[in-house]
C-alpha cells in the first residue's frame, strides 16, 4: 500500500498536469491532433475589415473607435474550411465591450463594417453576465445561460430551451473568468451536443434537438460588437476534428 504522502505527490502531479495542459500555447506547437488557425504573424486565413482587425504583438487584435462608430457587429472570419464536429481551444483577452467566437455558422450579405455572421457564438463580454453562455447571432438569441444544462427542444418557431441540469452558480463561475487578462476557451461540438468550458470550468452543455435550426458543421470566426470602443485580442488558436 502507498504511504499518504506518495498518494498526494500522484495528486500533486496529476493537478500539476491538469493546469499544465490547460494553460496558453505562448508560441509553443499545438498539443498532438490539433491545428493551428493563425500563425501568429499576419491574418493569412482570415477574412475581416482590416480598420478594425489586425496583428499586433504576434496577437490577432479586434479594436473598435468611437469615430467611427460601428453600426453593425462585425467579424473576423476564418477562411480556409468549414468544420463539423471538433475541439477548438484559444486563449481571449477583452478591454471593454463584447465580443464571441463564432461556429458552425454562415456568413450574410456583408455590412458597411464588415462581415456578418450567424449562427452559434460562444460569448465573451467584458461585464459579468454573459461570458461563456451559448448565444445564436442573428437566430435563436440565447439557448443557454452560464451555468446551465439545457435541451433546446424540437419544435417550429423559435424554441424555449429546456434547463433539465445545473452546473454550477453562475456568479460562482464568474469567477473563474479573469477581468482584463487572458482566459482559455474550449468550444466542444459533436453532433447536436455543445459545450463550453472556461479556464477549465464547464460554462454550458447544451444538446440542441431543433434539427430544422441546429447547424451541423459551419464557419469559424471572431466577433467585435457594436457598442462603446472595445479591445478584444486572441492568441493559440487551435482545433481538432473529432471522428
Known amino acids: 500500500m502507498k504511504s499518504p504522502n506518495a ?10 498536469a491538469l493546469v499544465a495542459s490547460a494553460a496558453p500555447l505562448l508560441g509553443a506547437e499545438p498539443e498532438p491532433g490539433f491545428t493551428a488557425l493563425f500563425n501568429g504573424k499576419d491574418l493569412s486565413g482570415w477574412s475581416g475589415n482590416p480598420a478594425i482587425w ?3 504583438d504576434g496577437l490577432i487584435t479586434g479594436e473598435t473607435k468611437a469615430d467611427p462608430k460601428l ?3 462585425t467579424f473576423l472570419v ?3 474550411g468549414n468544420f463539423a464536429d471538433f475541439e477548438l481551444r484559444l486563449s481571449y483577452r477583452i478591454t471593454g465591450g463584447n465580443s464571441g467566437v463564432q461556429y458552425r455558422s454562415r456568413a450574410l450579405d456583408p455590412g458597411a463594417c464588415g462581415p456578418i455572421i450567424t449562427g452559434y457564438q460562444a460569448d465573451i463580454v467584458a461585464a459579468r453576465t454573459f461570458t461563456g453562455i451559448l448565444y445564436e447571432e442573428r437566430g435563436r438569441g440565447i439557448l ?3 451555468g446551465e444544462k439545457v435541451v433546446v427542444p424540437e419544435t417550429e418557431g423559435k424554441p424555449k430551451p429546456q434547463v433539465v441540469g445545473s452546473l454550477g452558480d453562475a456568479a460562482e463561475l464568474q ?3 479573469k477581468d482584463d487578462d487572458w ?3 474550449v468550444i466542444v461540438a459533436k453532433g447536436n451536443h455543445l459545450q463550453h468550458f472556461i479556464n477549465g470550468a464547464l460554462m454550458v452543455d447544451v444538446i440542441d434537438n431543433q434539427a430544422s435550426k441546429a447547424a451541423k458543421d459551419g464557419l469559424l470566426a471572431l466577433q467585435v460588437h457594436v457598442g462603446p470602443p472595445m479591445t478584444v485580442q486572441f492568441r493559440d488558436i487551435r482545433i481538432k476534428a473529432l471522428p
Open 7 to 16: 498518494y498526494q505527490n500522484i495528486i500533486v502531479s496529476f493537478a500539476a
Open 144 to 146: 443557454a445561460k452560464r
Open 183 to 185: 482566459n482559455n476557451y
Open 71 to 73: 453600426t453593425h457587429n
Open 54 to 56: 489586425s496583428v499586433r
Open 175 to 177: 469567477t473563474k473568468i
Open 78 to 80: 476564418y477562411t480556409n
